[in-house]
């Protein structure tokens, strides 16, 4: 009949505005949901350039910190090799010190032997050096340097000590000298 006709089509006009409210609350939360997902976009790339930013930054401060330890080691290394260089000029002004007193103990040690050989020559008999019999100049002045033998031996020893150091101290710098020139 006519009055269920327009009872179903009165129903289907209510089921068409409900749907279309249906559709329309669909559409309103697609584009809430679109605003988020562009939202949740746009975060995630400003999140990717801060962690690349913050990558930069970290790796900068790695190299920094290294830069500074480096500087350090060469400062360190540097006042290393100037301590270094300073005992070792004051050890070779000690053996240059050492070989002078060694050379005029041993130049007067050899004064005082040469007397004494002197003072046992004979003319015609052969001198005890060379062989010599004839003595044309033989060594002259007083042979009272008592003790000598011992100061010539004192100051070799003294000498061959202050060599010792000088060539110690000479391989510490040298060592010196590599540390800083690796730094």
Do not use: Y
């Not at 005029?104 to 050096?129: D, I, K, M, T, Y």
């Amino acid at each position: 009949s006519v009055a269920d006709a327009k009872e179903a089509e009165r129903k289907a006009q209510a089921d068409c505005l409900a749907l279309q409210k249906q559709l329309d609350g669909q559409r309103s939360r697609v584009d809430a949901l679109t605003g988020q997902l562009k939202l949740a976009r746009e975060s995630d790339f400003k999140r990717r350039d801060v962690t690349g930013h913050l990558a930069t930054l970290s790796a900068s401060l790695t190299m920094a910190e290294a830069f500074e330890q480096a500087e350090r080691a060469v400062d360190r290394s540097t006042r290393e090799l100037a301590e270094k260089a300073q005992a070792h000029e004051g050890a070779l002004q000690g053996e240059r010190e050492a070989f002078r007193a060694f050379e005029a103990a041993e130049q007067a040690l050899a004064e005082v032997q040469a007397l004494h050989l002197a003072s046992r020559l004979s003319p015609g008999e052969p001198c005890p050096v060379c062989g010599s019999v004839d003595h044309p100049m033989p060594a002259s002045g007083a042979s009272e340097h008592v003790g000598l033998e011992k100061a010539f031996r004192d100051s070799t020893l003294v000498w061959q000590t202050a060599s010792t150091q000088s060539r110690a101290t000479e391989q510490a710098l040298a060592g010196a000298r590599s540390v800083l020139s690796e730094r």
